[in-house]
């Protein structure tokens, strides 16, 4: 039998005598919502879904649509000088410069020439950077070399070198970890949630002699985390974690198997 579509009235065979639509497009299309909308060039009402409404298309209506939207042009990008087409409207607004939002973007950033201060090497940077004093640089490489030693703004006369006191060995690290519970002492992480690590034994007053000399010695156990936060303002930390075992610790740390020693 043959029966024209009620959606976009084109003539289709089928066995069904209820048959109304020509496809599952056509009938997918009929059942949606529609509203009525006034086209935003000439003010008459045409149909519109309400899905289209919430996304903002279907602005102008069919006749409208075919004068604004005139065929594309051809233009040249003005960062990268590639070809590419745009319509006349985009043009009209102030658009269609840019082959692509990253010739865009780029134009946009204009850059500012600097050298590098261990290589010498000219590079360019954002200006935001350069008002910020950042980018001395021109690689990680070069600012590597140049946070060497000395010049490195922590370091400390080359304690990082000094050996350990003998008396500061793994039996004695186990020993703390078990005193404390073996749990980081500022923020609770037990040796599973420290990546299934060891907990690190810190010493409080930063003394690497702390066991050997007649020096106050205090020792905590840390997570990895926390253990890196303390390389950094350490008079600060050094305060913290001796006001912590004095308060919550009875001044108590633990130096041998017999011996707990008080700090008070």
Wanted: charged share 30%; glycine share 6%; proline share 3%.
């Amino acid at each position: 039998m043959i029966f024209n579509c009620t959606y976009c009235g084109k003539q289709y065979e089928s066995k069904h005598k209820n048959s109304k639509y020509c496809c599952h497009k056509c009938s997918t299309l009929a059942r949606r919502r529609r509203t009525t909308k006034k086209c935003k060039r000439c003010g008459t009402k045409f149909e519109v879904f309400i899905s289209d409404i919430k996304f903002n298309k279907k602005v102008y209506c069919d006749i409208c649509k075919k004068l604004v939207f005139k065929p594309s042009i051809i233009k040249k990008c003005l960062h990268c000088g590639k070809e590419f087409r745009t319509y006349q409207n985009r043009i009209k607004e102030g658009r269609g410069k840019f082959c692509s939002r990253k010739c865009y973007e780029l134009s946009k950033r204009s850059r500012i020439l600097r050298k590098c201060k261990t290589c010498g090497k000219s590079f360019t940077v954002h200006p935001s950077k350069f008002k910020q004093s950042k980018c001395i640089y021109c690689s990680p490489k070069c600012q590597g070399i140049a946070f060497k030693g000395e010049n490195h703004p922590l370091w400390r006369g080359g304690k990082g070198f000094e050996p350990y006191c003998p008396k500061f060995n793994e039996e004695f690290k186990e020993r703390v970890r078990t005193f404390f519970g073996n749990k980081c002492q500022i923020c609770g992480k037990s040796k599973i949630e420290n990546k299934n690590r060891e907990l690190a034994v810190h010493h409080v007053t930063y003394d690497k002699n702390a066991c050997c000399n007649n020096k106050i010695a205090m020792f905590l156990p840390l997570c990895m985390s926390c253990h890196t936060k303390t390389t950094h303002n350490r008079k600060y930390w050094e305060n913290i974690l001796f006001t912590f075992i004095n308060l919550y610790c009875d001044g108590k740390s633990y130096l041998n198997q017999e011996e707990v020693v008080y700090f008070k």
